[in-house]
T-cell receptor
Framework: DTGVSQDPRHKITKRGQNVTFRCDPI?????LYWYRQTLGQGPEFLTY????????KSRLLSDRFSAERPKGSFSTLEIQRTEQGDSAMYLC??????????????FGPGTRLTVL | AQSVTQPDIHITVSEGASLELRCNYS??????LFWYVQSPGQGLQLLLK??????LVQGIKGFEAEFKRSQSSFNLRKPSVHWSDAAEYFC?????????????FGKGTRLSVIA
């Protein structure tokens, strides 16, 4: 257990429905990342936050996806009008940012989304 | 932009045999280099990392990796594999310069261990 938690662990939804996932990082960590992992692939970066500020969004993050980290603690990732191609494992990671170094990213167990 | 190639999709080794998982990266300079392991249904766990200095780095669970600048490689090794090492292994790179940029992962190598 890395200390990063994600909820729910599994989500099955029908195409066209909206879903929201939550990530609780390690408490003192100021950076939070979202990655997506499809079957047979490595994780791919979606977006990340420094405290409550969203610093970067990947081109993978279509306008149906939105993420926020309102108080610089937990984060949510919402997918609107889900499509079957959204089926994947959504991973959250956190770290304590250091400008002159690269600190370990701790990953949560992921939320597995299945869109029927 | 950086990229990572893991040439082997699936490797099967006998328990007790040695292991080498290959990783090649593409980046303008020497990136930060990582190996992660993912067991079924689990998140990723860091095995080891290379930032600078000694090109042979030791990690957890008896793993080591060697950075070779001339080959743009960061191969993972273990002298004697245990059945519990069966998992998915990912090589990843992080860009230097501004600290803790998002990681770029390879597609992974699935390791099976047979008796």
């Amino acid at each position: 257990d890395t200390g990063v938690s994600q909820d729910p662990r599994h989500k099955i939804t029908k195409r066209g429905q909206n879903v929201t996932f939550r990530c609780d990082p390690i408490s003192e960590h100021n950076r939070l990342y979202w990655y997506r992992q499809t079957l047979g692939q490595g994780p791919e970066f979606l977006t990340y936050f420094q405290n409550e500020a969203q610093l970067e969004k990947s081109r993978l993050l279509s306008d149906r996806f939105s993420a926020e980290r309102p108080k610089g603690s937990f984060s949510t990732l919402e997918i609107q009008r889900t499509e079957q191609g959204d089926s994947a494992m959504y991973l959250c990671a956190s770290t304590l940012f250091g400008a002159s170094s690269y600190n370990e990213q701790f990953f949560g167990p992921g939320t597995r989304l299945t869109v029927l | 932009a950086q990229s990572v190639t893991q040439p082997d999709i699936h490797i099967t080794v006998s328990e007790g045999a040695s292991l080498e998982l290959r990783c090649n990266y593409s980046y303008g300079a020497t990136p930060y280099l990582f190996w992660y392991v993912q067991s079924p249904g689990q998140g990723l766990q860091l095995l080891l990392k290379y930032f600078s200095g000694d090109t042979l780095v030791q990690g957890i669970k008896g793993f080591e990796a060697e950075f070779k600048r001339s080959q743009s490689s960061f191969n993972l090794r273990k002298p004697s594999v245990h059945w519990s090492d069966a998992a998915e292994y990912f090589c990843a790179v992080g860009a230097r310069g501004s600290g803790n940029t998002p990681l770029v992962f390879g597609k992974g190598t699935r390791l099976s261990v047979i008796a």
